[in-house]
């Protein structure tokens, strides 16, 4: 199955940061976990797949029993979902006719400051930890009879994440472009495993999210790069349910992410649902709202590569205007 003409093409992280002067974060620890899933992760991708298929009783018998061992081995949330062109990145092609998608929640302890050099550990730890759980499962298939492709929350995917996961029940797409679980809020990471063992499929959920996003406009105020949306656009399409999307002016973000620290900024400020999703019940003593770091945006970056559409929103208005 090929991808749809209108998915973007799979991202590329090295040619974006080459067009704002290259990476400029240097921070000891995310380099050595980059280090670490290049090295000791992406070797174990592939793997033999046992000669004698496991015979499950029906489909969701199937499911239940993938679900449970995912969250033995550390998922926070699991579901699953029937992958269509439109989940799979332009110009890339896969056999597979079902996602397992996996999430994991980041340690809200470690987004009190950002953008902070804890913030962005935070990231490159969860999907280090993501890694090696989407890495066990796909092993764990194989054992079972069945071929698997392992798509790496942060690796060279097939598949796009996020429409998979919303299809697979996760939640719904946030203003600031990612999603917001019911219970996880918006601070977790996603990755995926692909494969044709026959699955019963999760369906989308309507919590209410979007209608909740439509009146805050948190992470846009605290957006220090001004990248995120006053309203949803037409041009960017509806999500699963039926909503025109907010878009993101990457061409804003990028450039502040990759010079602050991954920013992330937008995540730890959502309310939603009284940040009930941000406790930490692990005995850290933590707070609800972050100190929140607004640092100089860098100018905007449009580079000539290939990528998603994205709006270039207020691009006439500076930056401090926009708060006004």
């Given at each position: 199955m090929?991808?749809?003409?209108?998915?973007?093409?799979?991202?590329?992280?090295?040619?974006?940061?080459?067009?704002?002067?290259?990476?400029?974060?240097?921070?000891?620890?995310?380099?050595?976990?980059?280090?670490?899933?290049?090295?000791?992760?992406?070797?174990?991708?592939?793997?033999?797949?046992?000669?004698?298929?496991?015979?499950?009783e029906?489909?969701?018998?199937?499911?239940?029993?993938?679900?449970?061992?995912?969250?033995?081995?550390?998922?926070?949330?699991?579901?699953?979902?029937?992958?269509?062109?439109?989940?799979?990145?332009?110009?890339?092609?896969?056999?597979?006719?079902?996602?397992?998608?996996?999430?994991?929640?980041?340690?809200?302890?470690?987004?009190?400051e950002?953008?902070?050099?804890?913030?962005?550990?935070?990231?490159?730890?969860?999907?280090?930890?993501?890694?090696?759980?989407?890495?066990?499962?796909?092993?764990?298939?194989?054992?079972?009879?069945?071929?698997?492709?392992?798509?790496?929350?942060?690796?060279d995917?097939?598949?796009?994440?996020?429409?998979?996961?919303?299809?697979?029940?996760?939640?719904?797409?946030?203003?600031?472009?990612?999603?917001?679980?019911?219970?996880?809020?918006?601070?977790?990471?996603?990755?995926?495993?692909i494969?044709?063992?026959?699955?019963?499929?999760?369906?989308?959920?309507?919590?209410?999210?979007?209608?909740?996003?439509?009146?805050?406009?948190?992470?846009?105020?605290?957006?220090?790069?001004?990248?995120?949306?006053?309203?949803?656009?037409?041009?960017?399409?509806?999500?699963?349910?039926?909503?025109?999307?907010?878009?993101?002016?990457?061409?804003?973000?990028?450039?502040?992410?990759?010079?602050?620290?991954?920013?992330?900024?937008?995540?730890?400020?959502?309310?939603?649902?009284?940040?009930?999703?941000?406790?930490?019940?692990?005995?850290?003593?933590?707070?609800?709202?972050?100190?929140v770091?607004?640092?100089?945006?860098?100018?905007?970056?449009?580079?000539?590569?290939?990528?998603?559409?994205?709006?270039?929103?207020?691009?006439?208005?500076?930056?401090?205007?926009?708060?006004?």
């Amino acid at each position: 199955m090929k991808g749809s003409e209108n998915s973007p093409p799979a991202f590329n992280w090295d040619e974006w940061y080459n067009t704002v002067g290259g990476r400029t974060i240097k921070i000891a620890e995310v380099d050595a976990i980059l280090y670490k899933i290049k090295e000791f992760q992406y070797p174990k991708f592939n793997g033999e797949v046992n000669k004698q298929q496991f015979a499950f009783e029906n489909a969701s018998a199937a499911s239940e029993a993938i679900k449970q061992k995912a969250f033995e081995l550390g998922a926070d949330e699991v579901g699953i979902a029937e992958i269509e062109p439109s989940d799979i990145y332009n110009g890339r092609e896969v056999t597979e006719k079902y996602a397992i998608v996996i999430g994991q929640r980041m340690l809200w302890r470690n987004f009190q400051e950002v953008p902070s050099n804890e913030s962005a550990i935070e990231c490159l730890r969860i999907y280090f930890s993501l890694g090696e759980v989407v890495i066990a499962l796909a092993a764990h298939i194989r054992s079972l009879g069945y071929a698997c492709t392992v798509e790496h929350p942060i690796g060279d995917s097939d598949v796009l994440h996020v429409p998979l996961a919303l299809k697979a029940g996760f939640g719904e797409l946030g203003r600031h472009g990612s999603i917001i679980h019911p219970k996880m809020g918006p601070l977790f990471r996603l990755g995926s495993v692909i494969t044709n063992m026959p699955l019963a499929i999760d369906k989308p959920i309507d919590a209410g999210i979007a209608k909740f996003c439509d009146n805050c406009k948190a992470c846009r105020i605290y957006c220090p790069a001004k990248a995120i949306p006053d309203e949803r656009s037409e041009q960017a399409g509806k999500d699963h349910l039926g909503n025109y999307r907010y878009k993101v002016d990457t061409g804003k973000c990028f450039p502040y992410f990759a010079k602050h620290n991954y920013c992330s900024a937008c995540l730890p400020v959502c309310v939603y649902n009284h940040k009930e999703w941000a406790k930490d019940f692990e005995g850290f003593k933590t707070k609800l709202f972050p100190a929140v770091n607004m640092l100089a945006a860098p100018s905007p970056v449009d580079p000539d590569i290939p990528k998603h559409v994205y709006p270039r929103i207020k691009r006439d208005i500076a930056v401090e205007q926009l708060d006004e």
